[in-house]
């Protein structure tokens, strides 16, 4: 197992606060007039044998943009908080 995936569990609660306060429902009015995505429900599998976080899975209310990241390691982080910052695409004004 890489060395960077044990005990990764400080990061995967900054990466939680970090997508509750831009992309949750508690923000949705700010974050939906920014163009973010929204996420009601996010789901994690914890391994109890080295204390890390190997799968999150982000849930919207449709079903339909629901997003599921594997982590081996830190830059697997990285890319959660990448897509996370990631806006929508711009919606022409009609």
């Known amino acids: 197992m890489p060395e ?9 609660v900054a990466l939680l606060r ?3 306060k831009n992309n949750g429902w508690a923000y949705m009015y700010d974050n939906y007039k920014l163009g973010k995505k929204i996420f009601k429900y996010i789901t994690i599998k914890f391994d109890t044998r080295d204390c ?8 919207d209310d449709t079903g339909k943009n629901n997003k599921r990241f594997s982590i081996e390691s830190k830059d ?3 890319e959660i908080y ?5 806006t929508k695409k711009e919606k022409k004004d009609d």
Do not use: G, T
């Open 18 to 20: 970090y997508a509750y």
């Open 52 to 59: 890390s976080v190997w799968l999150i899975d982000f849930h």
């Open 4 to 12: 960077d995936k044990r005990d990764n569990l400080d990061e995967i």
């Open 82 to 86: 990448n897509w996370l910052d990631a």
């Open 76 to 78: 697997d982080i990285q």
